[in-house]
Nanobody, 115 residues
């Protein structure tokens, strides 16, 4: 079975940067839809950024211009570069993959941004 493992979370001051990584194990095909979601305290899980099956990217309005999603197919890894972090970005960040017809989630990594 496919497994997604996130890393790179931590505590950072406002204005700082973090890079999250999502390692993918198992037999997968290239360019599958993958992305990052987050869930803040008392909030619903929301899309942060994702790759569509076409290869195009989609970002939440709140992170446009600050976050960048990328992937390295050779290393089966998806990244989320987060710059200019704000306290509002504090959340558990989850890696997600859709391998039709099943969906897969990582265990989550905590990102905390202090004011």
């Amino acid at each position: 079975q496919v497994q997604l493992v996130e890393s790179g979370g931590g505590l950072v001051q406002a204005g700082g940067s973090l890079r999250l990584s999502c390692g993918v194990s198992g037999t997968i095909r290239s360019n599958i839809p993958m992305g990052w979601y987050r869930q803040g305290p008392g909030k619903q899980r929301e899309l942060v950024a994702r790759f569509l099956s076409s290869g195009s990217t989609e970002y939440a309005d709140s992170v446009k211009g600050r976050f960048t999603i990328s992937r390295d197919n050779a290393k089966a890894t998806v990244y989320l570069q987060m710059n200019s972090l704000k306290p509002e970005d504090t959340a558990i960040y989850y890696c997600h993959a859709l391998i039709y017809p099943r969906t897969y989630w990582g265990q989550g990594t905590q990102v905390t941004v202090s004011a």
